[in-house]
């Protein structure tokens, strides 16, 4: 034992150096292996090879993707095939509906969804919280069965208080209650709402909850899905979170703009059976569908078609991507984006510089004032790739714009959770709708063009006129823009 200590002590640099190599190298050959992302993949072998025990370690805890795919995907197809077979219609005269360029789109997105297109669903849009969260709060007070929840951010505010309090007064009517938070996101605000809930007798889960643990599925990927269901036939889905900021009430000067939308129709049965998946995913609890919706008695008047599209780093990880690469090529007169964090990769930068290099007006719309910084100067250092293409870019003046709207002549819409970024496209659990209709696309892209009219363009003089330390700045932000 004595000489095996000693033989410890005498080369330990000789040890340390050996497991070090063959740790890195472990994470090196992983790397190569299991990255799709040739960017991703060189990435981390750089930093592996320039920390061998630093960046294997940071390796192993965020850059492996543990989610167990075929878990993850278990999606109760036989529901799905029930309720196209037997009630609802499935879309198929988009061309009529949309306009002839969209047939190549639908073929393109029944490839990527595993939804169909569904129509007689009414889409209303919610512009801020001053309009989402009341219909949000009448909408629990009127569940007689079920209430799923589901956010990525829920702070411990005003807002989310009166959320919470409408959800308890559900639940003593006897309503099923289910929320389902991020673990990241409920850390947004201290104490975190979890405290709130308890006591209160409602099911509340955190969604990869376990972040440093080696156990963890993987700490890098978040579910930012925002979903509310009630009783099956009412929904709001969209990108705003449940913060006080939103509202002109509570916040102090001028509140931080969204739009949320109010869903009725087939669509809530789809946003419905996402929730079920994450739900299943994180507590292991399968929810049976017949006891969550009711039949609604007539179908809304409007007749939009539309339906959901889910990414996450699992076999859906390129799914939205995908859509809007389509989306772009089928383009014919104008490209509408509007996009908090507008930070594409190559394929989407692409897509857009062909589609304006096609004759295509493109125009894309960022925060004037923006939440994240190192965000922000991501942004600027990546724009002149879209302006050299004849994009038009602008900055909204105003309050912060976590707004995230898609639109392709007037004809299709994407509006949801997603941002033009990786964390979005790439790492996170969002949620999509997908929609043909024109009245609903005119519609979000007039709100587009409002706001564009109030906005500052952003010209290749703009960029060059910044000094050089700032351009130093964004540049190097930048190269980390995969992991912003």
């Known amino acids: 034992m004595t000489a095996l200590w000693a033989f410890l002590l005498e080369y330990q640099t000789h040890l340390l150096f050996g ?3 063959l740790v890195g190298l472990l994470a090196t050959i992983h790397a190569a292996m299991t990255k799709r992302d040739v960017r991703a993949a060189i990435a981390w072998v750089g930093v592996v090879i320039l920390s061998p025990f630093f960046g294997a370690f940071l390796y192993f805890l965020v850059g492996i993707n543990r989610i167990n795919r075929s878990r993850r995907l278990q999606h109760n197809e036989y529901l799905l095939q029930e309720q196209v077979n037997g009630k609802h219609q499935v879309t198929t005269n988009i061309a009529e509906i949309s306009g002839s360029q969209f047939e190549s ?33 009448a909408a629990i007070d009127s569940a007689t069965k079920t209430i799923a929840m589901q956010s990525y951010i829920f702070d411990n505010d005003v807002v989310g208080k009166r959320i919470v309090q409408a959800l308890v007064r559900a639940h003593q009517r006897g309503v099923t209650v289910k929320v389902l938070i991020d673990a990241i996101g409920a850390k947004y605000s201290r104490p975190s709402i979890i405290s709130l809930f308890k006591n209160t007798g409602i099911d509340v889960a955190l969604f990869e909850a376990h972040f440093f643990t080696f156990k963890m599925p993987y700490s890098n990927l978040r579910c930012h899905r925002k979903i509310l269901v009630i009783d099956g036939q009412l929904a709001f889905s969209g990108g705003m979170n449940i913060r006080e900021s939103f509202t002109s009430e509570i ?112 125009d894309i719309l960022i925060p004037g004032n923006n939440n994240l910084y190192l965000v922000n100067c ?81 010209t290749r003089e703009t960029l060059k006129s910044m000094s050089f330390i700032k351009q ?11 992991y912003l």
């Not at 540049?475 to 995969?482: C, F, G, N, Q, V």
């Open 105 to 137: 789109l639908k073929k393109a997105g029944n490839q990527l969804s595993r939804f169909p297109i569904w129509s007689n669903n009414d889409i209303t849009p919610l512009p801020g919280g001053d309009e989402a969260y009341p219909a949000m709060i």
């Open 251 to 362: 916040c102090r000067g001028e509140p931080m703009k969204d739009v949320h939308f109010q869903i009725r129709g087939p669509l809530v049965f789809q946003l419905l059976l996402v929730f079920f998946h994450d739900w299943s995913f994180t507590t292991q609890e399968k929810l049976k569908p017949d006891l969550w919706i009711l039949t609604p008695e007539t179908l809304p008047e409007s007749n939009i078609a539309a339906r959901c599209i889910t990414s996450g780093p699992d076999n859906d990880i390129t799914s939205t991507h995908r859509l809007i690469q389509a989306a772009c090529a089928v383009a014919q007169k104008h490209i509408r984006i509007q996009s908090p964090y507008f930070l594409p990769d190559q394929v989407l930068l692409g897509a857009l510089n062909t589609a304006a290099r096609r004759g295509i007006r493109v």
């Open 378 to 458: 991501a942004m600027m250092a990546q724009l002149n790739q879209v302006l050299d293409a004849g994009c038009h870019v602008w900055r909204s003046n105003g309050p912060f714009d976590h707004s995230k709207l898609f639109t392709v002549d007037d004809g299709w819409a994407l509006v949801g959770s997603s941002n033009w970024d990786a964390r979005s496209l790439r790492l996170n659990f969002e949620v999509d709708i997908e929609v043909y209709d024109r009245p609903f696309s005119t519609r979000i892209g007039q709100h587009i063009d409002r706001e564009i009219e109030k906005a500052i363009p952003i």
């Open 472 to 482: 130093l700045r964004n540049k190097i932000i930048w190269l980390a823009s995969p």
């Open 19 to 21: 497991v070090g190599l």
